[in-house]
């Protein structure tokens, strides 16, 4: 028998669960593999599940050496370990014992920067490097996630098949991965994903506010709701798993557990990213900056008690006593559907915007409608919305924006109304909707061919001498606003 046959297809480093599921689902698609891990007890805990879960192709190894040696070349070897520092020593350990044409492939969620400075770090030993967005949690990466490399072209023919086999599978458009582009294009394109599932999660949140604040709906109507926006235009991952969560009893007394759960919700970084990236590039994201905010005023429980207790006392009145009467329930369930479905629009046309501005800014030639195919399957963002994306941008690759390609265009004047009437309901109950707000806000804001920034710019003229220009002629002017204002007012007095 060749020696080589008796090596591994590829490799695996990090076998945190995400690791550990990674390296089965590769397994179980017929592909041999070595793992490693730092933490030996998680080698044989790998190694029993790969035994447990069909006898599959899977070897545990317990050194660098032993590992990176175990794996056919030229080697693939990913890594799934902590962002940031532990990835240097990750591969700062595994490269010593790798040669050139071998290919590390980074498939934590990592800022964009430092897998450009590992390509050309690597790049000094003849390595290879992809940055790999990875989307679908943990089950994802056991069953099909969606997969977003980017980096050496090489690097990736080098492992397509395996991506292929081992992304998640949409019917009649294939796996969900692709390559995506030069240097960090890939971590981007993920953490643009998880700036729009920060605003898919928010308005979620603000749907079930105030269908339950201002509709006064029962966890079981929510569930029987949400499953219903599940078969139609709203199918999504999202929307089946909140569906999900309000069927759950709390094992520990009465009730329903999301009732029990604390109002804080955490967070690991990638939503901040994508703002101040946004606002590096001049790029408007409202909605996804909103869902950030709200993240971070979850966090003030105590301050927001205290405040509710002061507010109170100043004479403010609590939410329910300010309902209007005699809500219609089902208008209002239709209402929010809609209310829902358009701030979506804004959301990923702002992520969309977000994607094309970068990636003009580093010539990474970014598929818009390529992408949305990625995401229609294995990953948190799913939905059966994203064909509609791809569609617009396969007729339009310089759509300018979702919110103009003509179908999306006549579903936000079809629903603008009742999106209208949801958010003027909730301020009026003083229901905090800030997602479906700025989402709103966005919308009037970009479809109003004038704007009063006009008088913003008379304002920055006369403190800074900014200059404006004109709508009837063409140059930059400069105004001696006060002088001629007060002259105005000394011939208005004259005239008195």
């Known amino acids: 028998m060749d020696a080589s046959s008796a090596l591994s297809r590829i490799g695996l480093a990090g076998l945190a669960v995400m690791g550990q599921n990674l390296a089965l689902n590769i397994a179980d698609k017929g592909f041999p593999i070595s793992v490693y891990n730092r933490t030996t007890s998680k080698v044989d805990e790998t190694v029993d599940r790969a035994h447990n879960e069909g006898r599959l192709p899977l070897t545990g190894q317990y050194n660098p050496k032993d590992f990176v040696l175990s794996i056919r070349r030229p080697r693939s070897i990913i890594i799934l370990v902590k962002a940031g520092n532990p990835v240097d020593q990750t591969i700062a350990a595994l490269s010593s014992f790798m040669e050139p044409g071998d ?70 458009d294939g796996p969900c991965v692709t390559y995506i582009g030069e240097g960090g294009s890939g971590n981007f394109v993920k953490m643009v994903h998880n700036g729009i599932e920060y605003g898919d999660m928010q308005l979620i949140s603000e749907a079930y506010d105030v269908l339950k604040n201002v509709g006064g709906l029962s966890n079981q109507e929510l569930t029987e709701i949400f499953a219903e926006w599940n078969r139609g235009e709203l199918e999504s991952f999202l929307i089946e798993i909140t569906a999900d969560i309000f069927r759950v009893k709390d094992e520990y007394g009465d009730g329903d557990l999301v009732d029990k759960i604390l109002d804080k919700t955490g967070m690991k970084g990638t939503g901040k990213w994508t703002v101040q990236q946004a606002a590096e590039l001049s790029v408007a994201a409202p909605t996804i900056a909103a869902s950030l905010d709200c993240r971070y005023l979850s966090g003030l429980k105590e301050e927001r008690e205290n405040a509710a207790k002061v507010l109170r006392e100043a004479g403010l009145k609590e939410e329910k006593e300010v309902k209007p009467g005699g809500i219609d329930k089902k208008r209002l369930i239709d209402d929010v559907r809609q209310a829902l479905y358009a701030s979506k629009i804004c959301s990923y046309a702002q992520g969309m915007n977000l994607l094309r501005a970068k990636s003009l800014e580093k010539g990474w030639s970014l598929n818009l409608g390529e992408l949305a195919r990625i995401w229609k399957g294995g990953c948190i963002i799913r939905a059966v919305f994203l064909d509609r994306i791809k569609k617009a941008y396969k007729r339009n690759p310089n759509l300018a924006s979702l919110v103009v390609d003509p179908d ?67 140059g930059s002017f400069h105004t001696e606003w006060t002088k001629l204002a007060r002259k105005s007012d000394a011939g208005v007095g004259a005239l008195n």
């Open 103 to 172: 290919t590390i492939i980074d498939g934590g969620n990592e800022w964009y920067e430092n897998t450009e400075r590992r390509i050309h770090e690597v790049s000094e030993k003849g390595l290879l490097y992809l940055g790999m967005g990875v989307s679908g949690g943990e089950e994802g990466a056991r069953n099909g996630p969606s997969l977003m490399p980017g980096g050496s072209y090489q690097a990736y023919t080098n492992i397509q098949d395996i991506l292929e086999k081992v992304a998640a599978q949409v019917k009649n």
């Open 408 to 474: 999306f265009a006549r579903e936000m004047v079809q629903r603008q109304a009742a999106w209208r009437r949801v958010v003027g309901l909730a301020i009026s109950a003083g229901i905090s909707t800030p997602g479906m707000c700025a989402s709103l806000a966005y919308f009037d804001t970009y479809r109003r061919a004038r704007l009063p920034a006009n008088l913003v710019q008379a304002q920055r003229d006369l403190f800074g001498a900014h200059t404006y220009e004109r709508i009837d002629r063409p």
